[in-house]
């Protein structure tokens, strides 16, 4: 295929995804108008102005994502893997879950959990129903809806967004280049149902790859999507990222992606000194998570409801909080930071 034919392939591709997102959003909102009229009557809709902004920042971003599998930081094919089969299989059941969010969201339930969910020995933070999901994260239809959830979300880009730490890990990771490639760990911190692991299998078919996450049914799911995947197995293991069971200095790079929003203040400073606990002195940890304040001033209203038609009771302390202070205070250095679309990316180095 010529270059012109695949990026207008993938660019087709992109703006599919976004326009299936945009009607399935617009869809569900008016049943949802039908069914509970009083429901998200204080949430503005987004002026159009404003929409055609997010549109540009959509577009750099997708370019940015064609440019760096042009520079070779991941192999094209990258850009076409989507998990059709679950689309399709689980697409429905979104739809069919809706009626049940609506009436919780209507009775204030926002810790609801089904009697034969097991909710103890989670920290009472977690227990929640984040984005108004069913058993929050702690069931299998859970994990199967998420990435689907979070596509309809983003509009499909959150695996473009994904994909933005590929490059600073590949550099990061050049300060261990004597080391031979199966001996180079990696570490994924609340790696859900492992989209990121498998981005990283990908560019690093040889390295050890890590995860950790609280759920059981999102680790089981990663480990059904990722052992379809020739080579070997990323090592999956339910953690607390607060308590990351693996030796000091153990991992050449930490990743964490979409989960500090997820945190209460306090939380992401453990979390964050438990990252630099296990990175090799060299080694990089990246983070990406959503943007903050003053990162975007398009992105502000959507921000500004976004905790409420998602529950996310963390998100607004989040998009204030100093990272890089307490990146900085757990003893990180060179802080970098980068912004694509709706997400912000801090990379930062243990001293050697
Ligand atoms: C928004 S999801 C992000 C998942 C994945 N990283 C991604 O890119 O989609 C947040 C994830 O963090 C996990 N999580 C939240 N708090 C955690 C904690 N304290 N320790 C480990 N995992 C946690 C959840 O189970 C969930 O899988």
């Given at each position: 295929?010529?270059?012109?034919?695949?990026?207008?392939?993938?660019?087709?591709?992109?703006?599919?995804?976004?326009?299936?997102?945009?009607?399935?959003?617009?869809?569900?909102?008016?049943?949802?108008?039908?069914?509970?009229?009083?429901?998200?009557?204080?949430?503005?809709?987004?002026?159009?102005?404003?929409?055609?902004?997010?549109?540009?920042?959509?577009?750099?971003?997708?370019?940015?994502?064609?440019?760096?599998?042009?520079?070779?930081?991941?192999?094209?094919?990258?850009?076409?893997?989507?998990?059709?089969?679950?689309?399709?299989?689980?697409?429905?059941?979104?739809?069919?879950?809706?009626?049940?969010?609506?009436?919780?969201?209507?009775?204030?339930?926002?810790?609801?959990?089904?009697?034969?969910?097991?909710?103890?020995?989670y920290p009472s933070y977690y227990v929640q129903n984040f984005h108004h999901q069913s058993n929050g994260y702690l069931s299998d239809l859970s994990a199967n809806l998420y990435d689907l959830q979070v596509e309809l979300?983003?509009?499909?880009?959150?695996?473009?967004?994904?994909?933005?730490?590929?490059?600073?890990?590949?550099?990061?990771?050049?300060?261990?280049?004597?080391?031979?490639?199966?001996?180079?760990?990696?570490?994924?911190?609340?790696?859900?149902?492992?989209?990121?692991?498998?981005?990283?299998?990908?560019?690093?078919?040889?390295?050890?790859?890590?995860?950790?996450?609280?759920?059981?049914?999102?680790?089981?799911?990663?480990?059904?999507?990722?052992?379809?995947?020739?080579?070997?197995?990323?090592?999956?293991?339910?953690?607390?990222?607060?308590?990351?069971?693996?030796?000091?200095?153990?991992?050449?790079?930490?990743?964490?992606?979409?989960?500090?929003?997820?945190?209460?203040?306090?939380?992401?400073?453990?979390?964050?000194?438990?990252?630099?606990?296990?990175?090799?002195?060299?080694?990089?940890?990246?983070?990406?998570?959503?943007?903050?304040?003053?990162?975007?001033?398009?992105?502000?209203?959507?921000?500004?409801?976004?905790?409420?038609?998602?529950?996310?009771?963390?998100?607004?302390?989040?998009?204030?909080?100093?990272?890089?202070?307490?990146?900085?205070?757990?003893?990180?250095?060179?802080?970098?930071?980068?912004?694509?679309?709706?997400?912000?990316?801090?990379?930062?180095?243990?001293?050697?």
């Amino acid at each position: 295929m010529s270059d012109t034919f695949t990026k207008l392939t993938y660019q087709t591709l992109q703006q599919g995804k976004n326009y299936f997102s945009l009607a399935h959003k617009t869809l569900s909102l008016q049943l949802k108008n039908l069914t509970y009229p009083t429901l998200g009557q204080n949430i503005k809709p987004i002026p159009n102005e404003i929409l055609l902004k997010l549109q540009q920042r959509l577009n750099q971003l997708l370019e940015t994502d064609w440019q760096d599998a042009q520079k070779g930081v991941y192999p094209e094919s990258l850009l076409f893997d989507n998990p059709w089969e679950d689309f399709f299989c689980y697409y429905p059941l979104v739809w069919l879950d809706l009626p049940q969010i609506w009436e919780r969201v209507k009775q204030n339930k926002y810790q609801d959990f089904a009697p034969e969910i097991e909710t103890d020995g989670y920290p009472s933070y977690y227990v929640q129903n984040f984005h108004h999901q069913s058993n929050g994260y702690l069931s299998d239809l859970s994990a199967n809806l998420y990435d689907l959830q979070v596509e309809l979300l983003f509009g499909g880009t959150a695996d473009v967004m994904r994909r933005r730490i590929l490059a600073p890990l590949k550099q990061g990771l050049k300060a261990f280049e004597s080391v031979p490639p199966r001996q180079v760990r990696i570490l994924d911190v609340a790696c859900g149902t492992g989209r990121t692991l498998k981005l990283m299998r990908a560019v690093l078919p040889q390295a050890s790859l890590f995860g950790t996450d609280l759920s059981p049914a999102y680790l089981r799911k990663a480990n059904e999507s990722l052992s379809q995947i020739p080579g070997e197995l990323p090592q999956l293991v339910q953690a607390n990222a607060e308590e990351l069971p693996y030796l000091d200095d153990y991992f050449h790079a930490v990743t964490s992606v979409f989960l500090f929003h997820e945190l209460p203040a306090a939380v992401r400073q453990t979390v964050i000194e438990q990252c630099f606990r296990v990175t090799k002195p060299g080694g990089v940890f990246i983070i990406c998570d959503s943007i903050q304040l003053g990162d975007s001033p398009e992105m502000l209203s959507l921000m500004d409801s976004f905790p409420e038609t998602f529950h996310e009771p963390y998100y607004k302390h989040y998009t204030t909080d100093d990272l890089v202070a307490r990146l900085e205070k757990a003893g990180f250095e060179n802080i970098e930071m980068q912004v694509h679309f709706a997400s912000k990316y801090f990379i930062a180095r243990k001293p050697a």
